[in-house]
Nanobody
C-alpha cells in the first residue's frame, strides 16, 4: 500500500528553522515527483515546492525562494523540506504528495510541476506554526 508520512512540524519563532521529512513506503520513490503543499485556515491549498523524480529539477513558490530547500534521498525513500527564516505567514498544515513520473509510455524524469491536481497520493500533513 502506497503511503506517505510527514514529520518535523512544530512551533517555531519567527526567523527560526524547521526541517520537514516525507517518508514513502509501498512504492519506489524514484518513480515519482514529490511536492510539498500547504493549507492555512480559511485559505486554499498551495504548492510550496516540488522536485522531479530525478531530483534534477526543483520549483519553489516565489514567497519561499531563498528560504526553503527541497531535496530527496531515494535510498532512504525520503524527501525533505528545509525551511529557514520562517515567517508567521508560513503557518499552515504542510502535506507531501507523490505524482507518478510515468505518463503512458513516457518517463518525465525532470518534471516538477506544483499543480496539486497532478498528485494522486497524499500524506496526512504536519502542522507548522510560526509565532512568537
Amino acid at each position: 500500500q502506497l503511503q506517505l508520512v510527514e514529520s518535523g512540524g512544530g512551533l517555531v519563532q519567527p526567523g527560526g528553522s524547521l526541517r520537514l521529512s516525507c517518508v514513502a513506503s509501498g512504492f519506489r520513490l524514484d518513480y515519482y515527483a514529490i511536492g510539498w503543499f500547504r493549507q492555512a485556515p480559511g485559505k486554499e491549498r498551495e504548492g510550496v515546492s516540488c522536485i522531479s523524480s530525478s531530483g534534477g529539477t526543483t520549483n519553489y513558490k516565489d514567497s519561499v525562494k531563498g528560504r526553503f530547500t527541497i531535496s530527496r534521498d531515494n535510498a532512504k525513500s525520503t524527501v525533505y523540506l528545509e525551511m529557514n527564516s520562517l515567517k508567521p505567514e508560513d503557518t499552515a498544515v504542510y502535506y507531501c504528495a507523490a505524482d507518478l513520473a510515468f505518463k503512458g509510455t513516457t518517463y518525465y524524469a525532470h518534471r516538477a510541476d506544483c499543480n496539486a491536481d497532478e498528485y494522486a497520493h497524499w500524506g496526512q500533513g504536519t502542522q507548522v506554526t510560526v509565532s512568537s
